[in-house]
């Protein structure tokens, strides 16, 4: 057993697990913070996303041990029910998730992406969602959500009528 040390969310929070655990399986098992989700267990569908210290992991292929002493976010910690973030909001409003498995996710790595560039382009948000699989969107309603989450973090108003910005 390996004891862990980690803020989540802005909460710090102890765990002792098996050095085997990843950080998928600490958070859902241990902490019971279930919106990152279980896909592929590989890394490679990304539903498991979470921010380490600013950056987007998969959390599936991250052991719980690689995270003592530093900081996660998950889907949990962007927003809440009753206060939405604005990507998760934009998310909504452009109707960009759609069956959700891959939402959280999908949010995660938007997020990390505006956090560092707030004015992205849109290869810019095709190659921060590119470790993202969706089987539902065709993820052109995901890159209008974070063109508009960005407009909204800048202090500028949404896209109305929505219409995606591909010349950048």
Known sequence: MIDVTVTINGVPRKASVPAETTLLKLLREHFMLTGSKLGCDVGDCGACTV??????????????AQVDGREVITI????????????????EEAGAVQCGFCGPG??????????????????????????????CTGYTKMIEAVQDAARILRGETAAKPRQLELSK
């Open 51 to 64: 921010i380490v210290d600013g950056k987007p992991v998969n959390s599936c292929l991250m052991l719980a």
């Open 76 to 91: 949990e910690g962007v927003g809440k029910r009753e206060h939405l973030h604005p990507i998760q909001k934009m998310f």
């Open 106 to 135: 999908v949010i995660m790595s938007a997020k990390a992406l505006l956090d560092e560039k707030p004015d992205p382009s849109v290869a810019d948000i095709r190659d921060a969602l590119s470790g993202n699989l969706c089987r």
